[in-house]
């Protein structure tokens, strides 16, 4: 059959009509505006953490590791980066001339929207509404999708253990539900480190950088960073001198729950549009008439 001009512009008609169709008769499960993105809940903790009030004592760390029953002599401490072994991390030099190696405290960033969470395909890391990201040891297959997930490379796995398992901060979640406040921030001696409801830590932060009482860089590390982080950092030099990424504001998580949400309606969408496309053609050819064929065409 030959195909005209009004035949394919008929044809890209009736594939437009019921494109439109299955994306509207999709299940509703796979509307892409029934997935919320998440927020931060108005009741959820924080951390701050004013890297111009460290003096790299290293309590903190040492507190985190009494609290996880892991080591804590000075070589462990000194690890880099985040392991198994190490929870949290801290720089110990304080020489100004060498931004890169400020005493910093590092741990996992509990994000708002977690990407290790998203990636985990067996529920082993569960965002909770009060803020922790918290790790059930006992869901764990060892995929290790959460560390290829993680901008900030935290969770890494006990490579030296048979059947490897991550260990991570959970910003002391089970302190939190006792009613006190983590570890490392009973500890601390400076005030470096303050816990709360993340609105009011937001609004400390900037009352510090504002305030002209101290010497901040216009930027609260974590405040809009990926979606958002529980753990928010001030600091008198750029982040990226302290060896913090620079990352977008859009969660990898919000990212990938859009594309893989998505992807179900366009599927039913294009396989209607295609039966349309398959079923017009169809009926095309039916309705044309029989080519009639001459005798003297046959030879006859």
Same mark, same amino acid.
């Given at each position: 059959?030959?195909?005209?001009?009004? +035949? *394919?512009?008929?044809?890209?008609?009736?594939? $437009? #009509?019921? !494109?439109?169709?299955?994306?509207? *008769?999709?299940?509703?499960?796979?509307?892409?505006?029934?997935?919320?993105?998440?927020?931060?809940?108005?009741?959820?903790?924080?951390?701050?953490?004013?890297?111009?009030?460290?003096?790299?004592?290293?309590?903190?760390?040492?507190?985190?590791?009494?609290?996880?029953?892991? %080591?804590?002599?000075?070589?462990?401490?000194? !690890?880099?980066?985040?392991? %198994?072994?190490?929870?949290?991390?801290?720089?110990?030099?304080?020489?100004?001339?060498?931004?890169?190696?400020?005493?910093?405290?590092?741990?996992?960033?509990?994000?708002?929207?977690?990407?290790?969470?998203?990636?985990?395909?067996?529920? $082993?890391?569960?965002?909770?509404?009060?803020?922790?990201?918290?790790?059930?040891?006992?869901?764990?297959?060892? /995929?290790?999708?959460?560390?290829? @997930?993680?901008? *900030?490379?935290?969770?890494?796995?006990? =490579?030296?253990?048979?059947?490897?398992?991550?260990?991570?901060? +959970?910003? /002391?979640?089970?302190?939190? +539900?006792?009613?006190?406040?983590?570890?490392? #921030?009973?500890?601390?001696?400076?005030?470096?480190?303050? *816990?709360?409801?993340?609105?009011?830590?937001?609004?400390?932060?900037?009352?510090?950088?504002?305030?002209?009482?101290?010497?901040?860089?216009?930027?609260?590390?974590?405040?809009?960073?990926?979606?958002?982080?529980?753990?928010?950092?001030? @600091? $008198?030099?750029?982040?990226?001198? !302290?060896?913090?990424? +620079? !990352?977008?504001?859009?969660?990898?998580?919000?990212?990938?729950?859009?594309?893989?949400?998505?992807?179900?309606?366009?599927?039913?969408?294009? $396989?209607?549009?295609?039966?349309?496309?398959? =079923?017009?053609?169809?009926?095309?050819?039916?309705?044309? %008439?029989?080519? #009639?064929?001459?005798?003297?065409?046959?030879?006859?």
């Amino acid at each position: 059959m030959k195909l005209t001009r009004r +035949d *394919f512009l008929k044809i890209c008609g009736a594939g $437009a #009509v019921t !494109l439109g169709v299955g994306a509207k *008769f999709a299940p509703p499960a796979l509307d892409m505006g029934s997935q919320n993105v998440p927020v931060p809940p108005r009741n959820a903790s924080g951390m701050l953490i004013d890297t111009t009030k460290c003096v790299g004592c290293q309590r903190c760390q040492v507190a985190c590791q009494t609290n996880r029953n892991l %080591p804590t002599d000075t070589k462990i401490r000194a !690890l880099s980066p985040v392991s %198994p072994s190490v929870v949290q991390l801290m720089n110990v030099s304080t020489d100004p001339a060498k931004p890169q190696n400020l005493p910093v405290k590092r741990q996992c960033m509990n994000c708002v929207n977690p990407a290790c969470v998203a990636a985990c395909t067996v529920g $082993a890391l569960q965002k909770r509404p009060d803020g922790p990201v918290v790790y059930d040891s006992s869901r764990c297959i060892g /995929c290790r999708y959460c560390m290829y @997930a993680c901008p *900030f490379g935290v969770p890494t796995f006990e =490579w030296s253990k048979q059947f490897s398992l991550i260990s991570k901060c +959970d910003s /002391c979640a089970a302190r939190i +539900d006792q009613g006190k406040v983590p570890a490392c #921030v009973e500890a601390c001696p400076a005030n470096a480190l303050t *816990f709360g409801k993340r609105e009011e830590l937001l609004t400390i932060a900037n009352q510090r950088i504002y305030g002209g009482k101290g010497n901040y860089v216009h930027h609260v590390y974590g405040e809009h960073e990926i979606g958002g982080t529980s753990m928010m950092y001030l @600091a $008198a030099v750029p982040f990226e001198q !302290l060896g913090f990424p +620079d !990352l977008p504001e859009e969660a990898p998580a919000e990212i990938n729950a859009t594309i893989m949400h998505s992807t179900p309606t366009i599927a039913v969408a294009m $396989a209607t549009a295609l039966s349309g496309i398959y =079923w017009f053609v169809k009926k095309s050819r039916e309705a044309q %008439p029989e080519p #009639v064929v001459s005798h003297h065409e046959n030879g006859g």
